[in-house]
């Protein structure tokens, strides 16, 4: 099986919609930007938030199997994907992709 790092590249905060819609939470979010964790035969890597590997858990299993390719050609490096996790007030968008 394949190692696949994750990396958080950007997060994003929509302030309006927090304002809006949700109860004020201190430290609703523990990841990064540079943030980065490995994988290692498709496993949730320690200290990766539960909520985020829900959302990326099939594309880095999927990778650990060899799998890519995702959508006919959807990204350059066709051994990876993008991925945010399901935070609507501050998405964190992650980066995985095999490595050796």
């Known amino acids: 099986m394949n190692k696949v790092r994750i990396t958080a590249v950007r997060?994003?905060?929509?302030?309006?919609?927090?304002?809006?819609y949700?109860?004020?939470?201190?430290?609703?979010?523990?990841?990064h930007e540079g943030d980065s964790?490995?994988?290692?035969?498709?496993?949730?890597?320690?200290?990766?938030?539960a909520s985020a590997w829900e959302s990326m858990r099939s594309f880095v299993e999927a990778l650990a199997r060899g799998e890519g390719n995702f959508f006919d050609g959807w990204?350059?490096?066709?051994?990876?994907?993008?991925?945010?996790?399901?935070?609507?007030?501050?998405?964190v968008?992650?980066?995985l992709e095999v490595v050796p």
């Not at 949700?22 to 990841?31: L, W, Y």
């Not at 964790?37 to 938030?49: I, K, M, N």
Request: charged share 20%; proline share 8%; glycine share 6%.
């Open 37 to 49: 964790w490995t994988s290692v035969d498709g496993r949730c890597p320690e200290g990766l938030c």
């Open 11 to 20: 997060q994003t905060v929509y302030r309006d919609l927090m304002a809006r």
């Open 93 to 95: 968008s992650f980066y």
């Open 75 to 91: 990204m350059k490096n066709p051994m990876s994907a993008m991925i945010s996790c399901n935070d609507g007030f501050r998405p």
């Open 22 to 31: 949700e109860n004020p939470i201190e430290h609703a979010c523990h990841v």
